[in-house]
């Protein structure tokens, strides 16, 4: 199977999420709004996976493939930010603007609305003061200069503080995140699902790292190259750069 679907890659490289070939006897079911825009997210056709100062990153067996989305140019953009850049594009290109807000480590609500007003999240000490300092407005500069600011003080400390437990992973959906909070600690993102005739379930993975480089699709370490983890309801979770704890499976509140 793992051959097959090498092949497949080689001769037919996927250009969205949606596309990443899916072992035999698995289909992927209808996902809400966010699962599907996740699908849609193209792919680079080149697998090298690049850090922010354009350098190729040394570890260059991680990645099945390479999503085709900013990773910006200043080494922001590591684990946690990637989750948070993939719910604000989402957000921001759906017109819901109101919910792109995310907490700071010192627990400071960063929220774009704020932002297209002309508030800027200022360090004062330990603590993010919001100030109005410049012309209001909504655009893409404005959209980047937001994720930059709250990047700069958002990490896996804070995001999962923002989350819940899925207290049950066989419910494991597109969006949901496992995340160990720390310093240092790291999240990966569920992009993509599957089901077979028996009910049971894959899933992708994509994350982002240290230093802040391209959000890639990962290759599951105990199949090889493939990149289609099984879900477990309990036990531990082997990513090529990070070792989680199905237990540590979360999502955002409804």
Not at 27 to 50: A, I
Not at 84 to 109: C, M, P, V, W
Not at 156 to 180: A, Q, W, Y
């Amino acid at each position: 199977m793992e051959t097959l679907l090498l092949i497949l890659y080689s001769f037919f490289p996927p250009t969205q999420i949606g596309d990443i070939p899916l072992p035999t006897g698995y289909k992927r079911p209808p996902t809400g709004n966010f699962g599907t825009w996740l699908r849609q997210l193209p792919l680079k056709t080149d697998k090298t996976v690049y850090l922010f100062n354009n350098q190729p990153k040394q570890n260059q067996q991680a990645q099945y493939a390479v999503l085709n989305i900013s990773r910006g140019n200043k080494d922001l953009q590591q684990c946690a930010d990637a989750v948070i850049r993939l719910y604000a594009e989402y957000y921001y290109s759906t017109h819901q603007l109101n919910r792109i807000k995310f907490h700071a480590t010192d627990g400071t609500l960063m929220d774009y609305l704020s932002y297209t007003k002309g508030y800027r999240f200022v360090a004062k000490g330990n603590h993010l003061q919001k100030q109005l300092i410049a012309p209001p407005g909504d655009n893409r500069n404005v959209f980047n200069s937001y994720l930059e600011n709250l990047f700069s003080y958002a990490g896996t400390l804070s995001l999962s503080e923002e989350l819940i437990p899925v207290n049950d992973p066989r419910t494991l959906k597109p969006g949901d995140i496992f995340i160990h909070g720390g310093s240092p600690g790291h999240a990966v993102i569920v992009t993509d699902i599957a089901v077979n005739d028996k009910g049971e379930k894959i899933f992708l993975l994509a994350q982002s790292y240290m230093p802040a480089q391209d959000i890639h699709v990962l290759k599951n370490p105990e199949t090889g190259s493939t990149p289609w983890y099984k879900v477990k309801a309990i036990g531990p979770l082997e990513t090529p750069e990070w070792h989680f704890d199905f237990s540590e499976l979360k999502r955002f509140p409804e």
